[in-house]
């Protein structure tokens, strides 16, 4: 049910249900915004014969509203029998709205309904503070002027710092309070992540991962088009349940080996790698950050994104491999193996699983917990608890190297990254800058499904090719929210927000910058001695990226009917 529809509800059960539902001599009513989402905090005055009042709330609270928008008022022993009522609503970054009762105030024991106050956004103070801040954490994340999460940190605190020092004195400038911060963070996507993130280090352990890369020469028999495409779809698969940096930082280390025993750049192995990579990772819920963040915001299941999103991620896989092929075929036939037998062997040495026992107890425990991401939705749970279970089991299977486990596997700088990410969008998002963003949206699409579809993919792709996925998604959550409740075509179908994950996920195979994975395995490359300068990079990842593109452009009409 849609908020509005919500707020309708719950005036309509208290005009009928009043001795219930408000206490002896009472106004109440609803405040929401001009799209019928409700206003929360917002400050409720009313005058009586020409009198203002200020006394307290229903529960002793100021008058304000609550988190579903409504209010109640406790009507003053000393009111004047006659005259109207007239009451005012007002918020920082929304025109305040006044309503007049011409009724007098109601008996003893008589609540009065005071109706349903509108507030449209305006653009204050708090709003182009909030815009202020919001691009000035992207330029630090775009030059890499300072750490992401550095970048995050500091937006963040700016919006809090200026709440409650400026908008304590002006109620203009209060962008966001502490409890609105802390509201704003989505712990479904931290706790997912951070349980993700010890399973991951404890099945690194094992040797698992540099055994699937000596797997892959061994099946390939020399034949380095084998090879290239035997590396491309276990990284693909790999990063569809792992998230791709992940995949990335284990298989690099060991492609870099195999194509120099080979005789080529690793560079020819590395960028197939890192465009399957980012296409696989789209497939399923918890393949890239961005998914799991769509996932957690608009409620989609795991199989949600894995009966919608991998028929097209297959083929795209597919035609990556004969690309790829083609990009590379001149390395690959001077690739010289002599003595196929004698490097099988030396790889099978090095590449050799460390800790079986660890290893079967991993695998059945990410069994489990993939059975459960499957099912999480029939259940009504959130999958970060399958993660975090799982991760807890596996910890407690390697007691002795819990510390170790955490301060080595866990990347604490991204989980802080990813929650002050949520307070600075939360902050626009109060601001009204969210809304501002979505209007215009909605207007250029011009109500069509059809234009805000191919809008919404092309736009994600384009611009998380030039800055990182993460705060890109982040920002567009609400925005595509909005747009899928205000366009008449897209009710109840989550069309919309498969072309924002295709989109964010798949535009970062244009440039080095512009997926976290690329940026990992280029510096692992570099630092190996073999350098990738973004023009090359381009050069491979923007066809790579035009040709997903047009896949998820025709899959989402097919999708669409």
Known sequence: MKRGGFLALVAFFIS??????????????????????????????FR?????????????????????????????????????????????GFQPQSIKLDAPPPPDGAPLFAGTFVLKHSAGPAFYLATTILIFVYALIVFDWVHRTLAALLGAVMMLL??????????????????????????NVVFLLLGMMIIVGIMRETGVFEWLAYQSFRISKGSVFRLA?????????????????????????VTIDIALVLG?????????????????????????????????????????????????????TVLLVFMMQRVYRHEYLAAKVADFAALEQRLKKECAIRDSRLLLMSLAVLAVV?????????????????????????LLAANENVVKYLEKDVEWSTLVFFIMLFIIIGGCERAGLIQFVADRVLSVAGGSALTALMLVLVVSAVTSAIIDNIPYTATMLPVVAYLTGNLPELHGSPILW?????????????????????????GLSEKAGHPVSFVYFLKIGLPVTVMTIAVSALWLLILRG
């Open 162 to 187: 200026v709440s409650y020092t400026m908008g304590t004195f002006n109620p203009d400038y209060f962008i966001l309070s502490f409890e609105d911060a802390v509201h704003a963070v989505d712990f």
């Open 370 to 394: 993939i059975i459960l991401f499957f099912v999480h939705g029939a259940l009504h749970m959130e999958p970060s608890i399958a993660a975090l279970g799982g991760a807890a089991f596996l």
């Open 498 to 522: 498969w072309a924002l994950a295709l989109g964010a996920c798949l535009g970062g195979n244009a440039t080095i910058v512009g997926a976290s994975a690329n940026v990992v395995t280029t």
């Open 264 to 316: 080529i750049s690793p560079v020819a192995l590395l960028m197939p790698e890192i465009m399957a990579s980012n296409i696989g990772g789209t497939a399923t819920l918890i393949g890239d950050p961005p998914n799991i963040m769509i996932g957690s915001y608009a409620g989609l299941t795991f199989n949600d994104f894995l009966i919608d999103l991998t028929p097209p991620i297959a083929v795209m």
């Open 48 to 92: 009586i014969g020409g009198k203002e009042y200020a006394g307290v709330g229903r529960a002793g609270a100021a008058y304000n509203t609550s988190q579903n928008g409504s209010f109640y008022i406790k009507l003053p022993s000393d009111a004047p029998a006659g005259g109207g009522i007239a009451i005012a609503a007002a918020k920082s």
């Open 16 to 45: 009928f249900f009043p001795l219930v539902a408000c206490a002896e001599g009472t106004l109440f009513g609803v405040v929401h915004d001009e799209h019928g989402q409700p206003v929360d905090n917002a400050r409720i005055t």
């Open 229 to 253: 495409a035997i590396l491309m779809v276990v990284t693909a698969i790999a990063s569809a349940f792992l998230d791709n940096v992940t995949t990335m930082l284990l298989m690099t280390p």
